[in-house]
């Protein structure tokens, strides 16, 4: 089964509000990544978050991690509509440190 | 400063040929890894590579695939006898060392089997 699983599947709102995107996962984790990929591109890489940490600021991007739960956000503030794409979360456990598991990626719209 | 170049961007092939797909990582990074994404899925690790090492294969279907990356040049990923199944997007992505670093992404091969 899938390491990690992003929630919801898919999210539409309208431009300046914010995204909010969750990711759970199953195993101990190295570190946590999040990803965008628009539509026939491949992904580009946001923010990674070690496990150690809690949170991260990158720009409009605020990402949180609680090994607890095994679960991470990502939130997108003042939402533009050039944010519109598909965004994975990928896993890369402690035994496997190269390998990342990615989710099934939640596909983000914004509407002008 | 180049990113991780793939080519060919679509690959066009007929069941039962071969599908040799290059990737250049970024300057700098000697780790290399391929992974390949299903329509409206997420990407499947299948393998991680270092310069002329096979690391971690565990991704890779036993028969058909393999996958090198040579001293000098890029890495391939070689498909052979491609059947209808095989048809995915492609992608590599590169480091420039272990554990705990991002790692940059191609824009990926899509191989299409007729």
């Known amino acids: 089964s899938q390491q990690g699983e992003e929630d919801p599947q898919a999210l539409s709102i309208q431009e300046g509000e914010n995204a909010t995107m969750n990711c759970s996962y199953k195993?101990?984790?190295?570190?946590l990544q999040w990803y965008r990929q628009n539509s026939g591109r491949g992904l580009v890489h946001l923010i990674l978050i070690r496990s150690n940490e809690r949170e991260k600021h990158s720009g409009r991007l605020r990402v949180t991690l609680d090994t607890s739960k095994k679960s991470s956000s990502l939130l997108i503030t003042a939402s533009r509509a050039a944010d519109t794409a598909s965004y994975f979360c990928a896993t890369a456990t402690i035994q496997g440190a190269q390998k990342l598991v990615f989710g099934q990626g939640t596909r983000l719209t914004i509407n002008p | 400063n180049a990113g991780v170049m793939q080519n060919p961007r679509h690959l066009v092939r007929r069941r039962g040929q071969e599908a040799r797909l290059r990737c250049s990582p970024m300057?700098?990074?000697?780790?290399v890894y391929w992974y390949r994404q299903l329509p409206e899925e997420g990407l499947k690790f299948m393998v991680y590579l270092q310069k002329e090492n096979i690391i971690d294969e565990s991704g890779m279907p036993k028969e058909r695939f393999s996958a090198e990356f040579p001293k000098e040049g890029p890495s391939i990923l070689r498909i052979q006898q491609v059947v209808r199944g095989d048809s995915a997007a492609y992608f590599c992505?590169?480091?420039?060392?272990?554990?705990?670093?991002?790692?940059?992404f191609g824009d990926g091969t899509r191989l299409s089997i007729l």
């Open positions: 195993t101990s984790i190295n570190n």
């Open positions: 300057k700098g990074h000697s780790h």
């Open positions: 992505a590169s480091s420039s060392q272990e554990g705990n670093q991002p790692q940059h």
